[in-house]
């Protein structure tokens, strides 16, 4: 198991005299390569996106530089060099896992079942599942979804949130799942869903 870092969503370090064993590898293995791979995604404003095709930003971005240089100050390594990776809702956990990457600051909601294979810090948001249609489809519930198309990110706490209200309520509705926020937004702009599911803050 790989863990992260103080403030951001799934987290790494906490303070180096209090780590746990897999805290205290997770660095060792950073010492020992001199480098933490950290991940980014490509759309999910305002968190994280690409402002030029090899720059990310936002405000998950600026959480994630402010733990790396407590990891160098930590380390004593001020030259420890930072590698960033683009991850999506499918691979972001099993990378954390498999120790492809040391970080995962974005928009992963801290829930209980991954919480037995990763660790979070404390949440530095809070957000509920809402839709988005266009405004002349007058689709203002998940009720109002029957045979229509709904658009969503495969792997999200927002696909579950989905199922389980289109269940609830018996609504027939086709689900498309997509690899990022972008690519589901898409599919509303051009007619090809009715409506997005997903992170009121990101909508």
Known sequence: MNNRLHQALVALFVSYSALTLSHAQTLDKIARSNQIVVSYRESAIPFNYLLTPHKAVGFSVDLTEAIVDDVRKALRRPDLHTVYMPVTGQNRIPLL???????????TTNTSARGKKVTFSTNYFYAGTRLMAKR???????SDLAHKVVVTVGGSTNEKALRRQLDAQHVDAGIVLTKDYADALREVANDRAAALALDDVLL
């Open 97 to 107: 896992i498999d120790g492809s990457i040391d970080l995962e600051c974005g928009s």
């Open 136 to 142: 002349e489809s007058h689709i203002g519930d998940y």
